[in-house]
């Protein structure tokens, strides 16, 4: 995704998605954005009145799934260590190999 790309979506402007996606896609960045609660209810009441209970908890599910990738990385992620022996041009190709 380009940089301006990253930026529209973060913003949500309405008039660029159809209205039920921008539903969605506005529950979710508040969800994550207010750890769990749904401050604004007329959202929350569009949302539930634009998807069936099984796919709000779809939905749910992918938020969740996304919040918990995002902390996890967010906490762990630190660079990858190689062991010192390692390096891209002292390994071996596979025609050296035969």
């Known amino acids: 995704m380009s940089e301006e790309e990253i930026y529209r979506l973060a913003a ?18 508040d969800w994550a954005l207010f750890q769990g609660q749904t401050p604004d ?5 569009e949302f539930e009145r634009s998807y069936s209970d ?23 992620m630190k660079p990858l260590e190689l062991p010192q022996a390692y390096s891209p041009s002292s390994n071996s190709s596979d025609s050296e190999r035969e």
């Open 12 to 29: 949500l402007p309405s008039d660029q998605f159809e209205r039920r996606e921008w539903v969605a896609l506005a529950y979710a960045r």
């Open 41 to 45: 209810q007329e959202l929350a009441a």
């Open 54 to 76: 099984e796919q709000r908890r779809s939905i749910q599910a992918w938020i969740t799934a996304a919040n918990f990738a995002n902390r996890f990385n967010n906490t762990f």
